[in-house]
């Protein structure tokens, strides 16, 4: 199955040097997801939960202060038997053992420029649970900032950077 792990550029730097993701909240496509977007493709469908995914980047950030404001989703493949549904929202499940990075497929990792329209968005998170249209606004501003492909071999790279 594959599924999209919400990171941030420490968290990401920590799993590179440990080989593996840890065990944990995750976003695939899941039964809920499918009967939500029943005319959706495979490819749509999977689209959704890695938005959902960049959307709990949000929710890690806000934890994390000194992180740069940059989402990170990590695109892996797992065994069905260590993927149980669990919240949040209709995508969300949790992983129930450490994902390897032989088994991670790609990464999507906001760029630079997008640093000021995701701090925005972690900022407008009590607000927009609170019901703010502007709040929300940022968020959905966030979610339209499309994240860059990187192969897992280009990581490294992108964290030396």
């Known amino acids: 199955m594959r599924v999209y792990l919400a990171a941030t550029l420490p968290a990401l730097a920590r799993w590179l040097a440990d080989g593996q993701a840890p065990p944990g909240p995750a ?67 949790v992983v129930g053992a450490p994902v390897p990075v032989s088994r991670w497929a790609s990464a999507l990792v ?15 998170l009590g607000g927009a649970v609170a019901g703010d249209d502007d709040a929300a606004f940022a968020l959905d501003e966030a979610g339209a900032t499309e994240l860059a492909w990187y192969a897992v071999q280009e990581l490294p790279d992108l964290l030396a950077d």
């Open 110 to 124: 906001d760029d630079e420029d997008s640093e000021a329209v995701v701090s925005a968005a972690v900022t407008a």
């Open 27 to 93: 976003h695939a496509v899941t039964p809920a997801l499918r009967e939500w977007y029943r005319e959706g493709s495979e490819e749509e469908m999977e689209y959704v939960a890695s938005l959902a995914a960049g959307r709990s980047c949000l929710d890690l950030l806000a934890v994390d202060l000194d992180a740069p404001r940059r989402r990170v989703v990590v695109a892996a493949e797992v065994a069905d038997l260590d993927v149980a549904p669990a919240g949040p929202g209709r995508s969300g499940v």
